[in-house]
């Protein structure tokens, strides 16, 4: 498996990034022996990546710089650069390459000093891999002053630098970032690619893989978490009966509650994986004697990772409710579908019952009315208005339609 098998449902993204990497191989090649270097090519030092949720963005930009990093012994006979299975290939891969420094947004925003030694890097030739790669996940989460920083190093390149940028849309980065970008757009996957795939790469049950993309609708991470863990099929279906659960005001607020709950409690669970181990790392990293006492003029490093990971924690019960929201988007969606006798298909097919007795009880508009409320959340959250009380407003809309 190359890692081009990892971009489902994205071909013709795939097939250009593949023509790059074998142009940035040939001009690397020629660079070492100081030959001739290519005359033409279709790879260039920044890139923007960009694509509806679920599409896979990230793993696409990682793919492809998995396949700049190659050393696979097969490229030099012809083959495309991105084998999956060489050191480069597989180091890029898992965030542990050398030449490789991921951005990614700890909360809301990525600040200025996230990306200074980022940036600094970036002008400094490889270490160990062929190229100086800077992988910026959350593009659209730059500030001015960290956008600025990330401005000047693409106006500017070191000749051996390839900035991978991605964003949920184009409109989402800085005009004058991305007009040095060349641009990908990916689209979201059908199903039945989704399905092909966690059959092919995960091992899961035809059935399973079916049931999970479907619901899903073609979010590649969402179903493959979906299909592989059980605690997100079990939080799947309680934000599915929560439209059940809303007939009066005391059950509006109780279900608010208990969704803005299970979202701390998934971030305290993720949080308690992450930090103990990044702290030990940490301590161990700056020489910390035994029994954790650290050398003078250290803790300042401590704290300052402490609070990234009180910020990760804060970003990430954002995150588990953004799911929600989208669970429950798409079920309001698929009894718009029934009570308009659409031929769309039912992405919550698991809970028909459900979809067609709230189908029965409202009408379209009312439908469209909670659609509404949903967004509205979302949008409430983004402002950073409380969590509790953004999800009790929706929950009290939609008891009323």
Known sequence: MTVWDDLVGQEKVSEQLAAAARDADAFVTAAAADGPLPETSSMTHAWLFT???GSGVTQTARSFAAALQCVSPDRALGGVPGCGFCDGCHTALIGTHADVSTVTAVGAEIR?????????KSFTSPANG???IILVEDAE?????SANAVLKAVEEPAPRTVWLLCAPSVEDVLPT???RCRHLNLRTPSVEAVADMLVRREGIEPDVA??????????VDRARRLATDPTARERRAAVLKLPLRVDDVGSALRAAQELVDAAAADAKRLAEEMDTKETEELKAA???AQGGRLPRGTAGVVKDLEDNQKRRRTRTQRDSLDLALADLTAFYRDVLALQLGSRVAIANADAEDVLERIARGSSPEATLRRIEAIAACGEALDRNVPPLLAVEAMTMALRSG
């Open 51 to 53: 694509g509806p949720p």
């Open 112 to 120: 200025v000093a996230d990306m200074r030694d980022t940036v600094r």
């Open 130 to 132: 062929r190229w100086q």
């Open 141 to 145: 989460r730059l500030n001015e002053k």
């Open 177 to 179: 970032i991305r007009s």
């Open 210 to 219: 079916a049931a999970a993309a479907r619901a899903t609708q073609g979010h």
């Open 286 to 288: 700056l020489g910390a």
